[in-house]
């Protein structure tokens, strides 16, 4: 969308109001002039809402803030609409709840709409309008296991471990464990989570096989070096205390709360494997958006506002607050603000700047690029939850229709008119961001050629 298009839809909208407004009054400036003229403005952009009664799904983590958010400042209110918000149990409920109508749309995981219209786990037509943020993860790993890493690790001026740390630090450790008949057990949420690609590519960065899918192997674990598997994001610290697992992949505040009980240490995190990465998705069926379109418009012009709102300087401290109450993440605040206020700590007392740990709002976080979702699709492909080749058009025919900027886009162009949103606040794009190579291994990708994207690994599926 082009920024002429936007003003000349702002233009047409404020015109006719601004000039009746001066009209009555005799072209006078006066201020009860200029509150008529925002009312009228602001009650033209009213929605016919189909559907004000609505409840929405949400998994425990920092990064659902913006449904939160959107509820507790009004934003939802302010578009007509009457919002419960429910916490689930998994990953797999929310989406079954979701595609069964028991929800009306949820905070998602990124590659769940995706596999559903892909072919791998449950099939659904689901659709996504809004990304919720960017980054938010970290990979965490046992005390024992730290402790033989970070010999392997460079240290800064300070004698800190230099980061970004990479897996070829990890990679003797995992040697070490299979040669004292130990598999290597690390932790990830689900299937098709950012998580599980994540970790997978971190791995694989530094020559770890992460292991396959394939139709005889659902756990993803033909030829692995590392054993990965699921666990819910709050049971994560428990199950590393545990010694089920030696390792995760997880949104916060999973990781803080590792270093906050002493029984973990952070290495990475998802901001350093792939700069400014898409995370977590609001998600409605597509039959819910084709019977209620004005509906998720209007959710979506909340979510934006709310994505706004939390990267305004100043709000995080109070977003802290509401996330930390029982009924949302019901963490220590001051766990979630170790991450959200634009710190994170790796080891106890070895707190670094972040400012881009949790982003809502800035680098157009909240716009579903396909670009995005391709990335995804790549990463099914390459380790096997996809089985058999795909052309090239499959990857962007599969993603429009799953990911929706136009619904985005309707929704911009509304706050834009009621001063809302600034026009640089919308992107100018055709839906793909441009070609970066700002990962942790340094590979090129452009989401407009999948093909040589899946084809540049040394490990994983080719086409």
């Known amino acids: 969308m082009k920024y002429l298009q936007s003003k000349w839809i702002v233009a047409s909208i404020l015109v006719p109001f601004l000039s009746a407004s001066l009209a009555s009054c005799g072209g006078g400036n006066s201020s009860a002039s200029n509150e008529q003229t925002t009312d009228e403005s602001s009650n033209s952009n009213k929605l016919a809402i189909e559907k004000p009664q609505l409840t929405f799904g949400f998994i425990k983590l920092t990064d659902m803030a913006p449904l939160a958010i959107a509820k507790e400042m009004g934003f939802f ?5 009457y919002v419960t918000i429910e916490a689930q149990s998994n990953w797999k409920n929310v989406l079954d709840r979701v595609i069964d109508g028991q929800l009306d749309g949820s905070h998602m995981l990124a590659g769940q709409p995706i596999a559903a219209g892909a072919g791998f786990g449950r099939q659904a037509e689901l659709v996504t309008p809004f990304s919720m943020d960017l980054n938010g993860n970290g990979i965490t790993v046992s005390n024992e296991v730290w402790s033989a890493m970070e010999p392997n690790i460079p240290k800064d001026a300070d004698g800190r471990p230099q980061h970004p740390i990479k897996a070829d630090a990890l990679a003797p450790v995992i040697q070490d464990y299979k040669t004292s008949g130990r598999p290597f057990k690390m932790g990830m949420v689900f299937p098709v989570s950012t998580h599980n690609y994540e970790i997978r590519y971190w791995l694989a960065a530094a020559g770890i096989n992460p292991g396959f899918y394939t139709a005889d192997n659902s756990q993803g674990q033909v030829d692995a070096d590392v054993l990965l598997s699921v666990t819910p994001p709050p049971q994560m610290p428990a199950t590393l205390e545990a010694g089920t697992i030696y390792g995760y992949c997880v949104g916060e505040p999973w990781n803080q709360q590792a270093v906050f009980k002493g029984i973990g240490v952070p290495v990475t995190t998802n901001y350093d494997i792939w700069k400014n990465n898409p995370e977590k998705v609001f998600v409605m069926s597509k039959k819910f958006v084709d019977e209620n379109p004005n509906t998720a418009i209007a959710v979506t012009k909340a979510l934006i506002r709310a994505g706004k709102w939390l990267d305004t300087p100043g709000n995080r401290p109070e977003a802290v ?25 790796f080891e106890k007392g070895d707190k670094r700047s972040m400012p881009d740990f949790n982003v809502f709002f800035r680098h157009h976080a909240t716009y579903p690029y396909y670009s ?9 492909r390459r380790w096997g939850q996809i089985p058999e080749s795909k052309s090239e058009e499959w990857y962007h025919e599969t993603i429009k229709d799953i990911y929706r900027p136009d619904i985005w886009e309707k929704a911009a162009e509304m706050l834009l008119a009621e001063r809302n949103l600034d026009a640089e606040d919308i992107p100018e794009t055709d839906g793909y961001k441009p070609a970066t190579d700002e990962f942790i291994d340094g590979t090129m990708y452009d989401g407009k050629d999948p093909i040589q994207y899946i084809n540049s690994f040394k490990i994983g599926n080719k086409d």
Do not use: C, K
């Open 77 to 81: 209110e302010d578009e007509g609409l």
């Open 321 to 345: 607050g509401i996330l930390s109450r029982p009924e949302y993440v019901g963490a220590d605040s001051v766990v979630i603000a170790n991450s959200m206020t634009g710190t994170f700590e």
């Open 372 to 380: 995005d979702g391709i990335w995804f699709l790549t990463q099914m």
